[in-house]
């Protein structure tokens, strides 16, 4: 049973609100906060949510190349052909993506894995696409990849995995510098710090 115990006549509202747990950091109260808002100052805000989330769930799917969001085969980064297709940046989320981007610093390709690794919640080389990451990084063109991923401990191990499989199939590899600080979310990080950890990786 869910730890809002709605009587029969409110079961819709029950299923909103551990819809909206399943959110990152929404806990049960937050969710009801969030529910009871929406339902008593903002119904067309809802609907409109309600909306682009059906709207996203239809049309978004993973670019061919770089495994990122996109309506079409290929996103609009993977489309341009200005970009330099020997580097190519492994990042975590489209979250990640777009702090990079953001950032005017790196003009090559990216991959985004969709995840790190993390063997106690059960998330394997699999799971993050490494296969297709290996696929892209021996297209014959890229020559330098730069890892990414966050300073944590599963992005760290992320980065070391992909070290080991990207060395042995002889690519260059190289890690973004620690301007960017231990434990941190690259998408939450100034994209200042962002610039610099690229400029001066190893």
Do not use: N, W
């Not at 980065?159 to 260059?172: C, D, I, N, S, V």
Request: overall charge neutral; charged content about 20%.
């Amino acid at each position: 049973m869910s730890g809002f115990d709605a009587p029969p006549d409110t079961r819709s509202l029950s299923t909103l609100i551990q819809a909206l747990r399943r959110l990152p950091g929404v806990g049960q109260k937050s969710a009801q906060r969030m529910a009871f808002h929406l339902l008593q100052h903002d119904r067309t805000g809802a609907q409109e949510l309600a909306q682009a989330l059906q709207q996203a769930v239809q049309h978004l799917r993973h670019c061919q190349q770089c495994h990122t969001f996109t309506e079409q085969a290929l996103c609009q980064v993977c489309q341009d052909e200005g970009r330099d297709g020997s580097r190519l940046c492994v990042l975590e989320t489209p979250a990640d993506q777009a702090a990079m981007e953001r950032t005017g610093a790196f003009h090559g390709r990216y991959f985004v894995l969709m995840g790190r690794l993390s063997p106690l919640d059960g998330v394997g080389p699999r799971d993050i696409g490494m296969q297709q990451l290996l696929q892209r990084a021996c297209d014959g063109q890229v020559q330098e990849v730069i890892l990414a991923t966050s300073f944590t401990a599963e992005g760290e191990a992320t980065a070391h995995a992909l070290t080991e499989a990207l060395t042995r199939r002889g690519l260059q590899v190289t890690r973004l510098a620690r301007g960017v600080p231990v434990g941190s979310e690259l998408e939450f990080v100034d994209l200042g710090t962002i610039a610099h950890a690229l400029a001066d990786r190893r």
